[in-house]
Nanobody, 116 residues
């Protein structure tokens, strides 16, 4: 079955950087677009960034444009989210996602806390 495992979260000061990783298994990774979402308590899960299969195209939420970069390594079946110039409002649980047809698959999430 499809499994997604995120890592790389933690506590960072405002202005700092983190790189999240999501390792996938159980699918032909290179065939699928990949996405990162984030969620704070009591709110819906919001799309942060997306990358097409092959990595030729990326898209970002307005709130992270110019600060976050999504990338992928198909040989490692991994998608990354490089987060720079972090702000307190970036604090959330970050999830990676892949859709196989109409079925969305999620990892367990990784907590990112931006605080001084």
């Amino acid at each position: 079955q499809v499994q997604l495992v995120e890592s790389g979260g933690g506590l960072v000061q405002p202005g700092g950087s983190l790189r999240l990783s999501c390792v996938a298994s159980g699918l032909i990774f290179s065939m699928y677009d990949m996405r990162w979402y984030r969620q704070t308590p009591g709110k819906e899960r919001d799309l942060v960034a997306a990358i097409t299969r092959g990595g030729g195209s990326t898209a970002y939420a307005d709130s992270v444009k110019g600060r976050f970069t999504i990338s992928r390594d198909d040989a490692k079946m991994t998608v990354y989210l490089q987060m720079n110039s972090l702000k307190p409002e970036d604090t959330a649980v970050y999830y990676c996602n892949v859709a196989l047809g109409w079925v969305g698959h999620w990892g367990q999430g990784t907590q990112v806390t931006v605080s001084s």
